[in-house]
Every structure is written in structure tokens, then in C-alpha cells.
């Protein structure tokens, strides 16, 4: 039997290129497929394989110091679901473009927000109510097929957007209010809450674990309503038979969770397609007329 495991752990680590090729022999070793970013703040991953492999992995990954009491989370899928194994140095685990304002030590990122168990979110929900602010910190096609009710999406596409969408003066009546950041996993929005607070933010948590955590723990019976995007063959996940399709198909209108690529190779922007309108996956009439010209001159 096969599974996927998530994690990530901010933490000072001397030589990323060193846990990078240790990562890479033990992954190979025990045959796992997924993504890993090695930095010098800490590791990110997201892994498939055999259920065996993937508890080795994690005992003797938390087997080296820095990465004691590393969280990994559980999810269905396999090793099917990602292409190959793929381990990369970079400047940052999640790319905010804020190299010089991230700080870490052992115990996380320095400076960012409360960290809250999902229980602990309904606890501040029941104290404040509607005061309460959920502010997504994922993209804007993530959210598009499932949020927390009444969250602010954020108009982005990158994590690189976030830097300069919330200096935005659309913000700025949110600054005196309890905000809770989230997102899949819990690690973009540890970086966010520490951005939000660098910029006059004064009352910011983080959803300790992100909607996976949520999800495990609620279901679809607490805030969270429609689908998980996923980053890898899945696409998106749902944690009942209870949830609801929250995104719009970009032809009908009809509600969906279903993504698909653009069928114009040029453009290949991820759309909402509902299961009757699979026979056109174009996200535009444009885009459309562009790809039918272009076999036409193939001819």
C-alpha cells in the first residue's frame, strides 16, 4: 500500500548542498517519487511511495538533529501521483523574494504569528466572530476551488506577489483585527504571518498544520468549505463525500473542482472545466482560435 507524506521545518541548516545529497541517496534507496527544497532556513517536502519506505524516510530523517521533531503529515496518493524525485538547493523553501527579512533559529521563523490548532481556531472564532479575518495564503487558483468561508483571497499568483499585495491600502482596516493566516501545509502562511506582522499587522496567527491538519481533524463539518488543491497528478483532494464543488466552470458556470491545462500549448493556464464541457478545454474563445490556426498551418 501506497502513501504521500507532507513536511517542512524551518531551521538553520550549515550546508544545504550536504542534506541535499543525503536526501537524494535515501530517497533513491527506498525508491520514492516527489519534490524536496533544501535552503539554508530549513526543508520542504512532499513524498509518495510505499508505506514501509516512507516510515524508514521519516525515522532516519528525524535521525539528524535538526530535523528532530520534523511533523509529517499523511495523505492517499502514491508515488504514481508525482513524475520523479526531484531535490533542489534554493534560497528559500518557499520563494516570498524575502531572503534578507527571513530569520530562523531552532525554534522557527523569528517573528511570525501565534500558532493555532485547528481547535484553538474555532476557540478564537466562538471569542470574536466575525472580527475574526481568515486570509489565504495561497493562490488565487488554489482558493478558487476551496477556502475557509468568507477568507480573503489575495489576487496572486506566485508567492513572490504576496510581498507587495499586502502593502496594498485594501488591507489596511485589517490591521487592528485577529487575523488567521493559512494555507495547504502551514509553511507558506508561517512566512506570511511573519510578513503581515513587518508590516504593521498587529494581531496575527497561523493555522498550526494548514488545511491538511484542518481537514483531518474537521472534515467538511467545521469552516472549511470545497476542495484542497494539491501539487501533484491528483490536482485537488477532497476530505468527505460531504464536500461541496465551490470553483465555477469557465464555459457553463457550473460548480466544479476539476482543473485542467489550457489545450492552447502557448498559454497552458490551469481552468475550471465541469465534466460536461470536457470536450473544450480552451480557457478562452482567443486561446481557441489561436490553437486551431496554428494545426491549420501544420496541415
Known sequence: MEKVILYYKFV?????????????????????????I???HGINGTLGGEIKSLKTYVKESKSFQPFKGMEFKWGDGSREDFPRLSIKVRDEIVTFGAVDELKVDEG?????????KPKQVHELVDKYDEDVVFF???????????????????????AKDFLSEIEKPEYEELKDKP???????????????????????KDVYQLDGGIVKYGQ??????????????????????????????????????????????????CNDLILVCSDCLQDTFCSEACKSTALSVQNSEL
Open 12 to 36: 538553520p541548516i550549515i550546508d544545504p548542498e550536504v542534506v541535499r545529497l543525503w536526501q537524494k541517496s535515501l530517497c533513491e534507496k527506498l525508491n520514492l517519487t516527489g519534490r524536496i
Open 38 to 40: 533544501i535552503s539554508k
Open 108 to 116: 522557527g521563523i523569528v517573528g511570525g504569528g501565534k500558532r493555532l
Open 136 to 158: 489565504d495564503g495561497r493562490s488565487a487558483y488554489e482558493a478558487a476551488v476551496g477556502r475557509f468561508k468568507n477568507a480573503v483571497v489575495p489576487n496572486v499568483r506566485t
Open 179 to 201: 487575523v488567521v493566516t493559512y494555507c495547504t501545509g502551514g509553511i507558506r502562511c508561517e512566512v506570511l504571518s511573519m510578513l503581515m506582522k513587518n508590516r504593521g499587522f
Open 217 to 266: 481533524e474537521y472534515g467538511d463539518d467545521g469552516l472549511w468549505e470545497g476542495s484542497l488543491y494539491v501539487f501533484d497528478g491528483r490536482m485537488s483532494a477532497k476530505f468527505s463525500e460531504k464536500a461541496k464543488d465551490i470553483g465555477t466552470c469557465v464555459h457553463c458556470g457550473g460548480k466544479t473542482s476539476n482543473y485542467e491545462n489550457c489545450a492552447n500549448r502557448a
